[in-house]
């Protein structure tokens, strides 16, 4: 059974420390999406990849935050420093872009909270 | 990217009645998809609509896709309680980035 992984499931760190976020997409999928959930703010998408090369990082905040994709079966998502209003689940999704479309397969997400 | 708007934001309903969530653009999108995210857990996906004026059927769910592909909803006919989960809509636009509606929290009661 195919399946989106992400590592870790929870994470509590204190403010101003680095956290990393890894997520192994479906073999397979040509993209991958960093999605951040909160209450107020919803889904919001962060970076997005196709063929590991990022397409479009616009909505995340450049100065603590980097996403990279070394290879085909990872995905990172790093933020430095971290801040108490970064706390939010980080969801991954991967799919596969054919003709104009692409459904997005979630993995169980990471539950980040910052002190 | 597509902005949807997704209304209402929160829906009860008691077991057994409808409930019908709405996704609008200003722009023409060019597919409109369907995911529920049950409590604590990831979304999932449900369907895709491509074309204008789409209806699709699951079971008790029904999705229509607006003729000017600037709309869409989906209606659950007689709610279970299995149902109770937040939906979301998105789409995936210029290079099929998937973007996402405000989603709608369904609560249903027993």
């Known amino acids: 059974d195919a399946r989106v992984t992400q590592t870790p499931r929870h994470k509590v760190t204190e403010m101003g420390q680095e956290v990393t976020m890894r997520c192994q997409p479906i073999?397979?999928?040509?993209?991958v999406f960093w999605y951040r959930q909160t209450m107020m703010q919803g889904l919001e998408l962060l970076a997005y990849f196709r063929n590991r090369a990022p397409l479009d990082d616009s909505g995340m905040p450049k100065d603590r935050f980097s996403a990279e994709m070394p290879d085909a079966t990872l995905a990172t998502l790093k933020i430095q420093p971290s801040e108490p209003r970064d706390s939010a689940v980080y969801f991954c999704?991967?799919?596969?872009?054919?003709?104009?479309?692409?459904?997005?397969?979630f993995g169980q997400g990471t539950r980040l909270t910052v002190v | 990217g597509q902005q949807v708007m997704q209304i209402p934001q929160y829906q009860h309903v008691q077991e057994g009645e409808d409930f019908t969530t709405y996704c609008n653009s200003s722009?023409?999108?060019?597919?409109i998809q369907w995911y529920k995210q049950r409590p604590g857990g990831h979304p999932v996906f449900l369907i895709q609509l491509v074309k204008s004026g789409e209806v699709k059927k699951q079971k008790r769910l029904t999705f229509q896709f607006g003729e000017a592909k600037k709309n869409s909803s989906l209606h659950i006919t007689a709610t279970q309680t299995t149902d109770v989960g937040t939906y979301f809509c998105g789409s995936s636009g210029g290079y099929q980035k998937v973007t996402f509606g405000t989603g709608t929290k369904l609560q249903v009661i027993p």
């Open positions: 722009t023409t999108l060019s597919n």
């Open positions: 073999l397979g999928h040509n993209t």
């Open positions: 999704a991967s799919g596969l872009a054919l003709q104009g479309t692409t459904e997005a397969f």
